[in-house]
């Protein structure tokens, strides 16, 4: 029996989460649900965006089920990271038949290294007016990440892990990383190269298609994995998974979303293939393929939200899912 920590969490969190909760019932898993309370709202009602009780309940799951954070985001998901040691943000971007999009055939995984870098969050006022932040790059945090990157290559059946970078101008913290990265590919039959983060960045928005597994630090992730989502569609789509040792926090990218929360449009889509990264997470990788197959038909035959061109609500959507997960 698995201990999965619920956070539906602000906005359009709890209406993807009652999506989640009812494509996870019908799949009939052992899986054990404990509803906590952590963002905006629990900022208002206990002090805390992440209450002690909710943080030492998680503490006693396996993983986390998180739906969105509002203001408080920083205080929520980025602690719990933090606390949890997730150091894999792994952050899939793909595209789907029925969706417009700049490309076609994109299927990208871009791993990134969750604990250091920039998001340290060690920045001082030097004086009036000049500030400072310091990047923390570490050999230990490298080699942990770039590993992962590789094992879910090897373990996915892919062909090529790239590193992205800036070691022609941060020598040392970009230098590092790189030269950890080609240390550890030297340990895999796998292709392994590298670019430099602009270009890359120019790159995946004009042939998307030479990634496959990308590797990077904390900030260079965040953006460039946001980059990958609007490319195929938008973060409506975008699922991720935070992985450390111990625990494992699921979570779509799209945020809170104030601005449609409480009409019933939100797109189901992110939350729900979160949930197929947790199944596969826990060895249900059929179940998991089984879900991301009927998500596929769903949007092909354009029984979809607003946002990808549909008119159906999110309890609709979800509803159509569930129908093709016996086709």
């Not at 992440?50 to 998180?66: G, H, Q, Y």
């Not at 029925?98 to 004086?127: M, P, Q, S, W």
């Not at 062909?159 to 990383?177: E, I, P, Q, S």
Request: net charge negative; charged share 30%; proline share 3%.
């Amino acid at each position: 029996m698995k201990r999965i920590a619920v956070i539906p969490g602000d906005g359009i969190g709890k209406e993807v989460m009652d999506s989640a909760m009812m494509v996870l019932e019908c799949l009939d898993l052992p899986f054990e649900y404990t509803w906590l309370e952590a963002g905006d709202a629990a900022l208002e009602k206990f002090g805390k965006a992440l209450p002690d009780e909710t943080l030492e309940e998680v503490r006693k799951s396996d993983a986390v089920l998180f739906g969105a954070a509002g203001e408080t985001a920083a205080d929520v998901i980025v602690r719990l990271r933090m606390e949890l040691d997730t150091f894999a943000n792994v952050r899939p971007a793909k595209s789907f038949e029925g969706v417009k999009a700049l490309h076609d055939n994109v299927d990208i995984v871009i791993v990134r290294e969750n604990t250091e870098c920039l998001y340290k969050g060690f920045e001082f006022e030097i004086e009036k007016g000049v500030t400072q932040a310091l990047r923390i790059i570490t050999r230990k945090a490298s080699e942990r990440i770039v590993r992962y990157a590789f094992e879910l290559a090897k373990r996915e059946g892919r062909r090529k892990v790239t590193a992205l970078h800036k070691a022609n101008v941060m020598r040392k913290t970009c230098g590092l990383f790189k030269d950890v990265f080609y240390e550890v590919a030297k340990n895999y039959e796998i292709q392994a190269d590298d670019y430099y983060i602009d270009a890359a960045c120019m790159y995946m928005v004009m042939k998307p298609q030479i990634f496959d597994v990308v590797v990077t630090t904390n900030m260079f992730g965040d953006i460039v994995s946001d980059l990958a989502a609007g490319i195929v569609g938008g973060l409506g789509l975008a699922p991720s998974a935070n992985v450390g040792e111990r625990y494992a926090i699921f979570e779509p990218v799209h945020g809170a979303a104030f601005d449609i929360a409480g009409k019933g449009i939100a797109n189901p889509t992110a939350m729900i293939l979160t949930v197929c990264m947790m199944l596969k997470h826990f060895g249900y990788v059929e179940a998991g393929k089984k879900l991301e197959r009927a998500v596929e038909r769903t949007i092909s035959a354009g029984k979809t939200t607003p946002d990808l061109g549909g008119n159906l609500k999110t309890e609709e959507m979800t509803n159509e899912i569930i129908k093709n997960l016996d086709l």
